[in-house]
């Protein structure tokens, strides 16, 4: 089983990959599961125009290898940092480039056959602001996928990911619980990678989401 790995984070080191590690950890203590990590900071992808829906356009390497990946994965993760409300720009431009293979020629039919994925946000905020505001700010990236007929499974954020006030840099080394807690749901979200893979489709209630996205 094959499970993409996606890590918007720009830093060295990241709070994003630190979490991504561990989530991974989690998925891998099924031995079968092999996890393709990614660091987008690192990927030489083109911002999009509407020519890469044209079949003839020509795609870039590192784009064409991220295509493949997905398409044999039973699986996405996305661990990204939320900054001034939103996800990375090249975390949004790798959605909008997406299309040109996760939507049908119609442009409205999504094509990733029910595809779990899980997401993993990391804030300089608290809690209580993720859930008042940044959750509904970042919203497009959950939506953008279930658009494309990925099925959500859930995710995580981690607030307070700041040294201080205005102060960035690696915190979560220090967070043994908040590792072991997304361990945990990295070994939960396998389990749902394994039943995809097995059956072609993610649990019913994961599917349901997609579902009512695709009817809307």
Known sequence: MDVLLLVAGTNEPSNSEM??????QGMSQDHTMHVHKRKLKDLNIHHFTIDYYEPQCQMEEDFCEFQELLQKASGLVIATPVWNFGVPAHLKNLIDRLGSFAL???RSTGTLKGL???LIFIGGAPA??????????SSHLPESLKYFDASYVG???EGRCTKGRGKFGLVVDERPESLSEVRNKGHGFAKVVEEYHRTGKAPISKRAQSTIMRWG
């Open 116 to 118: 779990p994925f899980y």
């Open 19 to 24: 979490l991504a590690d561990a989530f991974s």
């Open 155 to 157: 995710h995580h954020f």
């Open 128 to 137: 209580p602001a993720w859930k008042g505001m940044m959750q509904k700010t």
């Open 104 to 106: 049908a020629e119609d």
